[in-house]
């Protein structure tokens, strides 16, 4: 036997081999070739010895057995490379070139070159326990001129009880898969036997080859125009919230079920998951299987084995089918039906985000509610099947809530004032499961009473429920998410955070396109500080600069008027407000208790070179800032205050920390509402500004912590003014 048709065997499973043994040599020959193999003896039943081996070791019994042609081998491996009940999990192919073509992915990718870019991505993976390892693409085929094969292979642990030993064992099986890729249908097919593989493979694929592959639904539209009705066999109908005394999920069965499944109208509402249908295999329509079909996780399977020839005649006849008529919608057809047959459900970005299945539905629907805005070119659109409460529970991690109820007396929905601080920009929604919405003073975290709200003019007003009129503004994260699935799944749509927007008013949902709505903004997007940030800072300075931000204070020991101008010409680094002096026009002055902006310059934004700069300084904070820290207070007090401020348009937080995101968000909603746009400041950046400054002046580092060293022992025996 050649070594090219022994390695075909390792392509097909060990009872196959088996079987080969058991057809084409006589029992005694097969035990005195174990013999030989082996190097011992058959103790008891020669199957029981041989369903021990591994596959190398068949082999090696095959290679000794003249009985066995290669005739033999090549029919075996034909009839046997795909498992028994094959099945294919469909994905949509969309290459990040556009104009790449199943032609010219089969020109680039000749002489196994897809397999050796698979590989590259494959073999460091590690899997979470070791009941699988070594899943390599092995080969690859051009099956027709549109779609490329590539062959894979893995190994799958097995446990059992040694009856030699009666001690627990295990064994490695060798086990195959396949999958196709067609750039001009623009689908990816999937067939292994371990679906927890089928992520790996799919996310392999995507990076191998620079495209974006997502999961399918086969909907039931797709299921009633692909596949004929008459040969339905079984179905199963699902109903989460079934009328009272019918079943969530029950299942048909019948030869002439397709005929009688629309007379059922006791199970209208009830959606149908997965069915079973009589499939015709060859072209003449004499050799048959049972075809399932799986909705959700877009999956075909047969329940018979075919050779490779007919699979893949059928199989790709079938799936492009199928395929052809998702192409069709994703061309033509409703905003709906493109949600339905995408199988947003399984993206992996929003598995990732989402923790539960609600979360996940109301996030779908805001994004679906998003596209529809774009594609239709309107400004809102509402969630017919979402309430406002379930909405408020499901996206409480994502957004801030804002309460905003409705004046019978004004006659349009108001805000409200903090009948304690009297604050009325902060006052959110509270939701804890398990318990009653509370609003919350987000500034005094003091909690309004249903029975004494006041409107601007001092109205009462009667509150039915915490959710009416409430104004959903989403994070920067759930901002991020929708851009990243428009983006993926409506590419000539798209969606750009920095130029547009949206947020819900009670079930509604308004979308805005407009540049001015970008709120945050990052140093680093800044040309006017490229000076400071475009610079490598190595660990080493790193470490010394971390000494530095842990000293430096809002002010120093020194901060009176005389003493901060002279400052200013000075080559020192004091406070945290000094560094800004060597690259902005900002000028030094005394903090004090009624100060409510520690740095201002101008800065170059809003088409403005002298747009005006207020920043809020705070010392280092080991921890992230929470909004219900002391220090959170403090920066709130003087943010809310800049916010009102005319003549300010941009303002920042200046520390040598990080804020928490939902501080974060809350800042960002604020100056939002005031129009105004936000730089910040923290860890990172000040690390940056500091070392620039030290720089600037020619220092070093350890002049700078001696001399904030010394200040500090000086701050510690001077009262506090």
Same mark, same amino acid.
């Given at each position: ?59 090696? #019994? ?27 999990? /469909? ?60 062959? $894979? ?53 995507? &990076? ?12 039931? =539209?797709?299921?009633?125009?692909? !596949? ?8 199963? /109908? ?59 996780? @877009? ?39 493109? !949600?339905?047959?995408? @199988? ?8 990732? !985000? ?9 996030? +779908? ?25 379930? #909405? ?33 920009? $902060? ?5 804890? &499961? ?46 991020? +998410? ?5 983006? =993926? ?39 006017? !500080? ?14 010394? +600069? ?5 000293? $430096? ?169």
């Amino acid at each position: 036997m050649s070594e090219k048709h022994a390695d075909k065997l390792l392509h097909v499973q060990n009872g196959v081999i088996r079987h080969l043994l058991y057809s084409k040599v006589d029992e005694q020959d097969l035990i005195n070739r174990y013999r030989v193999v082996v190097k011992r003896e058959v103790k008891r039943d020669l199957k029981v010895a041989l369903e021990r081996l591994d596959k190398q070791k068949l082999v090696e #019994i095959v290679a000794i057995s003249p009985e066995i042609t290669e005739s033999d081998i090549e029919t075996c491996f034909e009839d046997n490379r795909y498992s028994r009940r094959p099945n294919f999990r /469909l994905f949509m192919l969309r290459p990040h070139n556009p104009q790449l073509s199943s032609s010219s992915f089969i020109a680039d990718h000749k002489n196994n070159t897809g397999v050796s870019k698979m590989n590259e991505l494959l073999k460091p993976i590690t899997y979470p326990n070791d009941t699988i390892f070594g899943l390599l693409a092995i080969d690859q085929t051009v099956v027709n001129h549109e779609t490329v094969e590539i062959s $894979l292979q893995y190994q799958e642990r097995y446990n059992y009880i040694n009856p030699e030993t009666e001690q627990s064992d295990f064994i490695y099986e060798l086990k195959f898969g396949f999958l196709w890729i067609n750039f001009d249908q623009r689908f990816v097919s999937i067939s292994i036997p371990t679906e927890s593989l089928v992520g790996t493979i799919s996310k392999t694929l995507e &990076r191998a080859f620079d495209c974006f592959v997502s999961p399918v639904n086969i909907t039931k =539209k797709i299921v009633d125009s692909v !596949f004929s009705k008459e040969s339905m066999k079984r179905t199963t /109908l699902s109903n989460p919230d079934p009328e009272s005394g019918k079943p969530s999920k029950v299942t048909l069965a019948d030869s002439d079920l397709g005929n009688k499944v629309g007379q059922l109208t006791e199970f209208d509402g009830y959606d149908s998951p997965s069915s079973v249908y009589q499939e015709a295999i060859d072209e003449d329509g004499d050799f048959f299987s049972t075809l399932g079909v799986n909705n959700d996780k @877009g999956k075909i399977y047969l329940t018979r084995q075919l050779k490779a020839s007919e699979m893949r005649r059928w199989g790709i006849w079938r799936i492009g089918q199928i395929m052809n008529y998702i192409n069709s919608i994703q061309e033509n057809g409703e905003i709906d039906d493109k !949600f339905e047959s995408f @199988g947003l459900d399984e993206d992996p970005d929003l598995v990732a !985000f989402t923790t539960t299945n609600d979360e996940k539905k109301v996030i +779908l629907e805001v994004i679906k509610a998003v596209v529809t805005c774009k594609v239709k070119k309107i400004d809102s659109f509402k969630l017919h099947d979402l309430n406002v409460d379930k #909405i408020v529970g499901s996206l409480k991690k994502h957004t801030i809530t804002h309460f905003y109820p409705y004046c019978d007396s004004c006659d349009h929905y108001t805000d409200i004032t903090c009948n304690h601080c009297g604050n009325t920009d $902060l006052l959110t929604v509270s939701v804890k &499961r398990g318990q009653a919405p509370k609003v919350i003073c987000s500034f005094c975290y003091t909690e309004l009473q249903q029975d004494n709200v006041r409107c601007l003019m001092d109205h009462k007003v009667r509150i039915d429920s915490w959710y009416d009129g409430v104004v959903i503004n989403p994070k920067s994260t759930i901002v991020e +998410l929708t851009e990243k699935i428009i983006s =993926k799944y409506f590419p000539d749509e798209g969606f750009s955070h920095e130029e547009e927007s949206f947020y819900l008013q009670n079930n509604v949902v308004h979308y805005s396109s407009r540049v001015s709505s970008k709120v945050m903004f990052k140093v680093r997007e800044l040309q006017q !500080f490229k000076p400071v940030w475009d610079r490598r800072i190595t660990p080493k300075r790193r470490e010394e +600069l971390a000494e530095v931000l842990s000293l $430096l204070r809002e002010k120093c020991s020194k901060h009176s008027v005389d003493a901060c101008q002279a400052c200013q010409h000075e080559k020192s680094v004091r406070c945290i407000m000094k560094p800004f002096v060597t690259f902005t026009d900002h000028k030094l002055h005394p903090h004090h208790g009624q100060e409510y902006g520690d740095i201002s310059f101008t800065i170059q934004m809003l088409g403005m070179d002298d747009a005006v700069f207020v920043g809020i300084a705070k010392s280092y904070e080991k921890k992230p800032i929470k909004p219900t820290d002391t220090k959170a207070y403090e920066m709130l007090q003087q943010f809310v205050y800049k916010c009102k401020d005319t003549t300010v348009n941009v303002l920042g937080i200046v520390v040598a920390g990080e804020l928490e995101q939902g501080f974060v968000a809350v800042l960002q909603d604020l100056a939002g509402r005031y129009k105004k746009k936000v730089v910040m400041w923290t860890y990172e950046e000040l690390m940056l500004v500091v070392d620039f400054a030290i720089k600037k002046y020619d220092l070093s580092i350890s002049e700078v912590v001696e001399e904030l060293k010394a200040d500090k022992v000086k701050r510690k025996r001077k009262p506090v003014s």
